[in-house]
């Protein structure tokens, strides 16, 4: 964890976000979390791709270091103060986006409001709209069971970003087309345990995946060979790589 930036403090609209910034250059790289994964999460992408441009990490509202939701956390109000917070941090556009998990749904839909500020966008085993109930419906009885005991444990925040999944989805489906831009959408190929996930799941994750990389003609599928959800942990450098060539993409178009 030495390797990652010194965490700072904003207040955006009321609510309190933690982030960080490390390196110098454009387009700055913007890492956004999956569901519940704190900015802590990327280290193992440090300090290699602080080399490749100023890097940007922050912790949603319920995340990390960061406030509890003052308000619904629809992918829309995501994006909302993530501009804010980009501006506060005083981080110009245009940005690469690297989302990991349900985070894609927040890169999806900012790439779609506001495209002039999107250089690329890296989607890292990254959550498709399609993927939004479609995982729930194709659940096995294991996992079912599962998710009925965390439930009865851990009671979901209603303001949480999970809670208002439907939403984020709805204002996805509603926004302009996702732009022409550099895409790459890097997920990992080991297959779970088939407790965890049915063939019939395995095989909606896999057509939800080549929908990412149809968003733009230039998008473009990679498949990490030695992991799982966590490319980001488990194959850092094949990661740290994707970046680069979307870093390098993005000043080539300029």
Known sequence: MKHL??????????????????????????????????????????PDVARLGRVFIYDRPGIGASGKPVAPQTAELCVRQLRALLHKAAIPAPYVLVAHSFGGLHANLYARLHPNEVAGVLFLEA???E????MKAHAGPVARF?????????????????ANETRSVAQIHAAPPFPAIPVTVL????????????GDALAARERSQL???ALSPLGRRIRAAGS????QMSEPELVTDAIAALVT??????
Do not use: C
């Not at 993927?131 to 479609?134: F, L, T």
């Not at 993409?249 to 300029?254: D, F, G, P, Q």
């Open 211 to 213: 929908a990412l990389a």
């Open 5 to 46: 930036p010194e965490r700072q403090l904003a207040v955006i609209d009321g609510q309190q976000l933690a982030y960080g910034v490390a390196g110098q250059g454009g387009p700055a790289i913007v890492l956004i979390n999956g569901a519940g994964g704190p900015m802590q999460g990327w280290f193992r992408l440090f």
């Open 146 to 162: 599962v998710n009925r005991v965390l439930n009865a444990f851990v009671k979901p925040d209603p303001n949480g970003e999970v």
């Open 131 to 134: 993927d939004v109930g479609a």
């Open 249 to 254: 993409a993005s000043r080539e178009r300029v």
């Open 127 to 129: 959550a498709a709209p």
């Open 228 to 231: 799982g959800h966590f490319p």
């Open 187 to 198: 997920s990992g190929a080991k297959t779970p345990p088939g407790w965890a996930a049915s």
